[in-house]
């Protein structure tokens, strides 16, 4: 804030701070000014009196805006990182829209807020269509403008997970960041816009929360190894979105949030099978305050707090599993990701079974402690072994040290 003869001129934080430096490693992971940096965002501000300070302080660090230095500011002053859409080139008005969308990006570019600029919503999507809503050649025209702009950000694109891999791979061109929303958590609404027939919004054989990791295996395919994938989870129930989806009447036996337990599962699933960050939509249908808004700030509270061994490159570390004999079938069983970082050895595991599993994990010599974080217990570790139970859709994370 500056004072001039008495006025109150309110001057942008793009006027005295530099803009962040956003690019992405080898492996995918973004690096914001050359720091490995694993993103927790938001499409959607906190509904409270400090919005973005209490998103900040539930471990958040990327919210999206309106394209506008003023938005970013508020951004910028709780310690977030912030993405903005500016939409596409109209082919009807392609001069206008190019110079409309070129002056956008300069608007923005500078704030020391920003991090990613987006296009548009879902492009290769059409619910129950075989066609592309939007065209990828469109936003490969519309990419080569932001960039011209602004080489500093990177692009963001989040697509529907129900197309083809070879189609999705098409809109790559447009696009440094791939998204991909899923929202697996609905008891039985109705079918409806961007519900099947069986009420769910994924396509995939597998209707349990685990779908969410066979997703980002499908991304990956998607966008490879190298580019930047980030998973967009489910804040809302189905529904509860009256807006959305045009429901009359709700059904109040229908209405379900994502409880914790499946929060922290989709969130850590999504990191142990090779995704970069997480992403929440549809909070704007969630009550805050509510139980079910103080369960998803608690898991992401946790991911950031372990946002430094997450961001570290995986470990290469070949753990074997060995199952117990419970009575049934192991499906996907345990799935595993293990970072090093600070002297320490985290294994994050998760149970993608829908039946309870027990196994003994080996391959962990030179370890000896073992910590499993946020249950207040330890394990031994003998001969480079340690043997554990998984409720189904559970999560262990262990900390190991030598």
């Known amino acids: 804030m500056m004072l001039l003869t008495g006025a109150v001129v309110w001057m942008s934080l793009s006027a005295v701070a530099e803009p962040l430096s956003v690019a992405f490693d080898d492996d995918g992971m973004i690096t914001v000014n050359g720091k490995r940096t694993l993103i927790v965002g938001s499409y959607y501000e906190a509904k409270s009196d400090r919005p973005c300070a209490e998103m900040a302080e539930a471990g958040f660090n990327l919210v999206h805006v309106a394209p506008d230095p003023a938005a970013l500011d508020k951004a910028h002053e709780a310690g977030l990182m912030a993405w903005a859409s500016v939409g596409a080139l109209d082919p009807e008005k392609r001069d206008e829209s190019a110079q409309a969308l070129a002056a956008t990006v300069d608007k923005i570019k500078g704030h020391p807020a920003l991090a990613l600029i987006e296009t548009v919503d879902e492009p290769a999507w059409s619910f129950m269509k075989a066609e592309q809503r939007v065209p990828w050649q469109l936003l490969e025209e519309t990419y080569k403008i932001i ?57 995939l054989n597998n209707e349990h929360i685990s779908q969410v990791g066979e997703y980002v295996d499908k991304m990956r395919q998607v966008t490879g190894p190298n580019r930047p994938l980030l998973m967009v989870l489910q804040a809302f129930s189905w529904e509860a979105l009256e807006d959305e989806l045009g429901i009359k009447e709700r059904r109040e036996e229908k209405i379900q949030y994502p409880s914790y337990a499946q929060s922290r599962f989709m969130a850590f699933q999504s990191l142990i099978k090779g995704a970069n960050g997480i992403v929440y939509w549809g909070s704007q249908s969630m009550p805050q305050p509510s139980q079910a808004w103080t369960d998803l700030k608690r898991v992401t509270r946790e991911v950031a707090d372990l946002a430094e061994p997450l961001a570290a490159r995986t470990t290469p570390l070949h753990v074997a599993i060995d199952y117990h004999e419970m009575g049934h079938s192991v499906d996907d069983g345990v799935q595993t990701l293990a970072k090093e970082h600070d002297g320490h050895l985290y294994l ?28 207040n217990r330890t394990l031994p570790v003998e001969n480079g072994a340690l043997t554990d139970t998984w409720r189904r859709f559970d999560i262990h994370i262990y900390e190991f040290a030598k």
């Not at 697509?159 to 960041?177: C, E, F, H, I, S």
Request: aromatic fraction near 8%; proline fraction near 6%; include cysteine.
């Open 348 to 375: 994050f595991t998760c149970n993608a079974d829908k039946n309870v599993c027990k196994a003994t994990l080996s391959g962990l010599e030179g370890w000896t402690s073992c910590n499993i974080l946020n249950e």
């Open 147 to 203: 960039k011209k702009q602004d080489s500093r950000h990177l692009v963001y694109l989040n697509q529907a997970p129900t197309n083809l891999v070879k189609t999705l791979r098409l809109y790559n061109t447009g696009t440094d960041v791939v998204a991909c929303d899923i929202y697996p958590v609905n008891p039985g609404s109705k079918p409806g816009f961007a519900l099947f027939p069986d009420g769910m919004q994924g396509d």
